[in-house]
Nanobody
Framework: QVQLAESGGGSVQAGGSLRLSCTAS????????MGWYRQAPGKQRELVAA???????NLIDSVKGRFTISRDNAKNTVYLQMNSLKPEDTAVYYC?????????WGQGTQVTVSS
């Protein structure tokens, strides 16, 4: 059973920074596309950032220039560096591993940005 363990969430003031980490158990990491999603209260879960096995990155427009996604295959870990945080970034952030025939989710980590 693959597990994705997220860490790094918390509460910050607007303009602050947080770095989320997600470490995958098992041997799937290097062949997975890794993503960070978020879900705010009353809203649908949305993709925030994704990075493929080859390092191709996709970011949604609202976080471009503020968030960065990266991966360390040796550590089975994907990161989401979040700078210049805004109150509208408040949500539960979920890590996702997607590959051929599988799709796994982490438990989520809360990010709260106060104005």
């Amino acid at each position: 059973q693959v597990q994705l363990a997220e860490s790094g969430g918390g509460s910050v003031q607007a303009g602050g920074s947080l770095r989320l980490s997600c470490t995958a158990s098992g041997s799937i990491f290097s062949r997975s596309s890794m993503g960070w999603y978020r879900q705010a209260p009353g809203k649908q879960r949305e993709l925030v950032a994704a990075i493929t096995q080859g390092g191709r990155i996709n970011l949604i427009d609202s976080v471009k220039g503020r968030f960065t996604i990266s991966r360390d295959n040796a550590k089975n870990t994907v990161y989401l560096q979040m700078n210049s945080l805004k109150p509208e970034d408040t949500a539960v952030y979920y890590c996702n591993a997607d590959g051929w025939g599988y799709n796994y989710w982490g438990q989520g980590t809360q990010v709260t940005v106060s104005s």
